[in-house]
């Protein structure tokens, strides 16, 4: 199947701070990419929807200034939390689909601490 | 997006035993998604199912397209160790941008 990785892995950053989450197709072109966020001992919840060269579409809830996403190639898509708090800790994880029902490939992950 | 109903919410079986669970919906979905997901890792999938009344196979995983759109169930025979994890549920339609939408998840322990 497809790979999609993630990087960083692991991030731990100061309350305040922002980190940047990176997602990647490694050998197919991605023209939607989403993003979840998954609390401890909890389901996926979808964050926003992410289309090649448009703006991303946010769940209800989910604030667009804080969770900045940009989806600028067909390979990559950016997630950055901004002035990152403890309550935003979790796990993010992406996923890549070539567009309409094909199938999603979910990227690892990235584990979020915020001190 | 809506959450799905998944039960059971936990499974402690011993090894060899069949597992079942299942994921019930309030909307139609066009597309079934069963995932395993391992501690710090993103889901896998296992079975994807695309038509109501479609009833796939994938090595000892059985899963099941309901006939209203609005259910699914995932069997597992003849369980091994190795089948410890979450599994999830997922629905998928056009009117979400095919986004998934997820169950709450399975936790399956499996003894030797």
């Known amino acids: 199947g497809a790979v999609v990785s993630q990087h960083p892995s692991r991030v731990i950053c100061k309350s305040g701070t922002s980190v940047k989450i990176e997602c990647r197709s490694l050998?197919?072109?991605?023209?939607?990419m989403f993003w979840y966020r998954q609390f401890p001992k909890q389901s996926l919840m979808l964050m926003a929807t992410?289309?090649?060269?448009?703006?991303?579409?946010?769940e209800q809830g989910v604030e667009k200034d804080k969770f900045l996403i940009n989806h600028a190639s067909l390979t990559l898509s950016t997630l950055t939390v901004t002035s990152a708090h403890p309550e935003d800790s979790s796990f993010y994880i992406c996923?890549?689909?070539?567009?309409?029902?094909?199938?999603?490939?979910f990227g690892p992950g990235t584990r979020l601490t915020v001190l | 997006g809506q959450q799905l109903n998944q039960s059971p919410q936990s499974m402690f079986i011993q090894e060899g035993e069949d597992v079942s669970m299942n994921c019930t919906s309030s909307?139609?979905?066009?597309?079934w998604l069963w995932y395993k997901q391992d501690p710090g890792e993103g889901p896998v999938l296992l079975i994807a199912l695309y038509k109501a009344g479609e009833l796939t196979s994938n090595g000892r995983l059985t899963a099941q397209f309901g006939i209203t759109r609005k259910d699914s169930f995932l069997n597992i025979s003849a369980s091994i160790p190795s089948d410890v994890g979450i599994y999830f549920c997922a629905g998928q339609s056009p009117n979400s941008g095919y986004a998934l939408n997820f169950g709450k998840g399975t936790s399956l322990l499996v003894t030797p």
């Open positions: 996923s890549a689909g070539s567009g309409g029902s094909d199938t999603q490939y």
């Open positions: 909307s139609i979905f066009n597309t």
């Open positions: 050998d197919f072109q991605a023209t939607t």
């Open positions: 992410s289309n090649e060269g448009s703006k991303a579409t946010y």
